[in-house]
């Protein structure tokens, strides 16, 4: 039988890129797959000239006949189509990891608005767009509108309405190890807060700082400080090293899945502070894992956990106060129920992914 053939543009292979077009590639092989992607570093220019990248390294790859293009939606999609007409033919879907409106200011940012017009290009071509949380959907529609608005002039005003008729909601699924191991609830006579963030200002290190300043004398609280690191960290993390060593049972990156996996699975809590989250896989992980999220009442959290696990968004001392407070009665915490399996998901996928006219 002919497999259906079908390109994955990944425009910025960051890790959690990967994590969800690894499961797609593995759980559907009734699908013929090309992946192709570009490394995860030089942001403005992977944003800029991610179409040229391709071409310059992907040509033959490119020039092959396809029924489905699924894209990241950081993948400059009008320009490849430009290039390459004829995929314009196959079925062409934009998955939103994240998007360009959301994302906390920086200063540094070069070429914003650039970046947010060439992902609208992309929108615009796609025959769907799938999101992975609502939040993420409604914050790009609500992007959009605010800048379509600044505009001067020939701007389509209705373009917000046809981007929200054609969006789909689907997940990135959870993989099927965290489900390994089976969990056995000890009398440790403390507990453990596990907070597994990139170490990065946009996840909120000033205050889980603040927390462990408040903790210092709570001995029944410990920490394990975990998440991608980079060349530069923040120097909230680095003061939470030199000084909050003694509160942490774990500090850094762990590289084995295994030994992360187990960690997870021994610690009570899961706390984020985050100020950038679409979805949040290493906090879903985690409470499939069996721990308790705490996070604040912002972003994608109020669509996967309880109301009374969230706390007060406000500023930095407030916010450690709220989540101390959390912890101090982490008995009346509320266990987060998620469907978001690969076993769940996986007949979604499948069906959003189908043509109708390759048979399998």
């Known amino acids: 039988m002919q497999k259906q053939q079908t390109l994955l543009l990944s425009a910025y292979d960051a890790k959690?890129?990967?994590?969800?077009?690894?499961?797609?590639?593995?759980?559907?092989?009734?699908?013929?797959?090309?992946?192709?992607?570009?490394?995860?570093?030089?942001?403005?220019?992977?944003?800029?000239?991610?179409?040229?990248?391709?071409?310059?390294?992907?040509?033959?790859?490119?020039k092959a006949p396809y029924d489905v293009v699924l894209a990241t939606s950081m993948t400059d999609l009008s320009t490849l189509?430009?290039?390459y007409?004829?995929?314009?033919?196959?079925?062409?879907?934009?998955?939103?990891?994240?998007?360009?409106?959301?994302?906390?200011?920086?200063?540094?940012?070069?070429?914003?608005?650039?970046i947010q017009l060439r992902s609208i290009y992309a929108a615009m071509v796609a025959d769907a767009l799938i999101f992975n949380s609502r939040f993420n959907r409604d914050t790009f529609l609500n992007g959009l509108k605010a800048f379509i608005n600044k505009m001067p002039d020939g701007t389509p005003k209705d373009l917000a309405l046809l981007f929200k008729e054609k969006s789909k909601l689907l997940p990135v699924p959870i993989k099927d190890d965290v489900f390994s191991q089976n969990r056995n609830p000890i009398n440790k006579g403390h507990i453990e807060v596990v907070w597994n963030h990139r170490w990065e200002h946009d996840k909120g290190p000033d205050v889980l700082l603040e927390l462990l300043h408040l903790c210092h004398n709570q001995p029944n609280i410990k920490f394990h400080i975990l998440g991608q690191q980079f060349k530069q960290i923040?120097?909230?993390?680095?003061?939470?090293?030199?000084?909050?060593?003694?509160?942490?049972?774990?500090?850094?990156?762990?590289?084995?899945?295994?030994?992360?996996?187990?960690?997870?699975?021994?610690?009570?809590?899961?706390?984020?502070?985050?100020?950038?989250?679409?979805?949040?896989?290493?906090?879903?992980?985690?409470?499939?894992?069996?721990?308790?999220?705490?996070?604040?009442?912002?972003?994608?959290y109020p669509e996967y956990y309880p109301l009374e696990n969230l706390y007060?968004?406000?500023?930095?001392?407030?916010?450690?106060?709220?989540?101390?407070?959390?912890?101090?009665?982490?008995?009346?915490?509320?266990?987060?129920?998620?469907?978001?399996?690969?076993?769940?998901?996986?007949?979604?996928?499948?069906?959003?992914?189908?043509?109708?006219?390759?048979?399998?």
């Open 234 to 300: 923040p120097p909230e993390m680095q003061c939470i090293i030199d000084q909050h060593k003694d509160q942490c049972l774990t500090v850094g990156y762990i590289k084995e899945r295994s030994a992360y996996l187990e960690i997870l699975h021994q610690a009570d809590v899961v706390l984020s502070t985050a100020h950038h989250d679409f979805q949040g896989i290493a906090m879903l992980e985690a409470v499939a894992c069996g721990c308790l999220p705490v996070a604040p009442n912002r972003l994608v």
């Open 16 to 62: 959690s890129h990967r994590y969800w077009h690894q499961q797609l590639v593995s759980g559907l092989p009734q699908f013929q797959w090309q992946v192709l992607a570009l490394k995860d570093r030089y942001f403005s220019w992977r944003m800029g000239g991610n179409a040229m990248s391709f071409q310059q390294q992907f040509h033959s790859e490119l």
């Open 85 to 114: 007409p004829h995929l314009s033919q196959a079925k062409k879907l934009l998955y939103f990891h994240e998007n360009q409106f959301a994302y906390p200011l920086n200063k540094q940012q070069q070429g914003l608005a650039e």
């Open 312 to 360: 007060p968004t406000s500023n930095t001392k407030q916010e450690a106060r709220a989540i101390l407070k959390l912890l101090q009665n982490h008995k009346n915490l509320i266990k987060a129920e998620l469907n978001l399996t690969w076993h769940c998901l996986k007949p979604t996928y499948e069906n959003v992914l189908s043509t109708p006219d390759v048979k399998s």
């Open 81 to 83: 189509l430009g290039l």
